[in-house]
């Protein structure tokens, strides 16, 4: 299985990148101040009836104080040039690090109105939108960025996640059959379309996309857990649980990849090892239904998951 137990060095957060925020060639020397996070559709959405909950693009936060230091020096950028568009781009980009996604919605909306063709200030406000739960105007922008940028193949990849969380598989796919076209080396692509496939019950497909994922970026822990699912769909136990073991290695305090894990645990009759990953699970997302069940099942509280 391509890049298996690869997942090493990432740091806590994981999830794969699905797309990054862009930020404009500043003419005052400043566009490498800003530390970019990326924008990563975390988790799968299928298996059984007891899938995890759905998780949508999630933005690492800062904690360091540096985005703030950032955005002081930024807005300074701005007011010395408040006509250029890749001022108010990068400046966005740090307001959405933060977690200030108005604020940064604002200065994209302020980038478009300077340069109404840059696909990548679309794009950006698109996934700003998504983070305010704004899903018909990320659509639209997205597909104002294809219109700006025919050949921006984040805009299709981003579009395509809002497509898949609204139901539209099919829309989804074609997005990212073009997105894979555009960028074959794109990692976030090849994971987003092996999440489609999921849904659409085609696991062997989409183990092969998650493998594809992995092969060009395999320091993140999204694609391992993703692929783990179909694993067991398939059941592919062992794999599953290396797969998990692998996530886990990026991010040990991702509640459903301890609960997924448990479950392979104990579709392969090794109920002590399903137990303790059910407990980790529960310890951190007392909620998590995959582990609440799991734990039933094991503690003999609901009967054998093969009954």
Not at 255 to 273: F, H, I, P
Request: proline fraction near 3%; aromatic fraction near 6%; hydrophobic fraction near 40%.
């Amino acid at each position: 299985m391509a890049g298996r137990r690869d997942a090493r060095g990432a740091g806590e957060n994981g999830a794969m990148t699905a797309l990054k925020l862009e930020t404009g060639k500043l003419r005052t020397g400043l566009a490498g101040a800003l530390a970019l996070t990326a924008v990563g559709l975390a988790g799968c959405e299928t298996v059984g009836s007891a899938a995890a909950p759905r998780q949508f693009a999630v933005l690492e936060t800062d904690t360091t104080g540096a985005t703030n230091t950032n955005i002081a020096s930024l807005s300074e950028v701005v007011q010395r040039n408040p006509n250029d568009a890749a001022a108010y781009t990068t400046r966005g980009a740090a307001y959405a690090r933060a977690g200030q996604f108005n604020e940064a919605i604002g200065d994209f909306t302020k980038a478009i109105q300077i340069d109404p063709n840059s696909g990548a200030a679309y794009n950006n406000r698109a996934l700003a939108y998504r983070q305010t739960g704004r899903n018909d105007a990320a659509l639209q922008d997205f597909a104002k960025a294809i219109s700006a940028d025919p050949n921006y193949a984040p805009a299709y990849i981003g579009r395509a996640n809002v497509l898949r969380a609204n139901g539209d598989l099919d829309g989804a796919l074609s997005d990212l059959n073009q997105a894979i076209r555009l960028a074959p080396e794109s990692a976030e692509a090849y994971h987003a379309r092996g999440l489609v496939k999921q849904r659409q019950g085609q696991n062997a497909h989409a183990i092969a996309d998650f493998d594809a994922a992995i092969d060009r970026n395999p320091f993140v822990s999204a694609p391992y857990a993703a692929r783990g699912q179909s694993l067991i769909a398939t059941n592919q136990f062992d794999k599953a649980i290396e797969d998990y073991n692998a996530a886990l290695n990026v991010n040990n305090k991702d509640a459903t990849s301890w609960a997924y894990r448990g479950l392979a645990y104990e579709k392969s009759n090794r109920r002590k090892e399903a137990m303790e990953s059910y407990q980790r699970a529960a310890q951190i997302d007392p909620g998590n239904p995959v582990a609440k069940q799991g734990l039933g099942r094991v503690s003999g509280g609901m009967g054998s998951l093969f009954n």
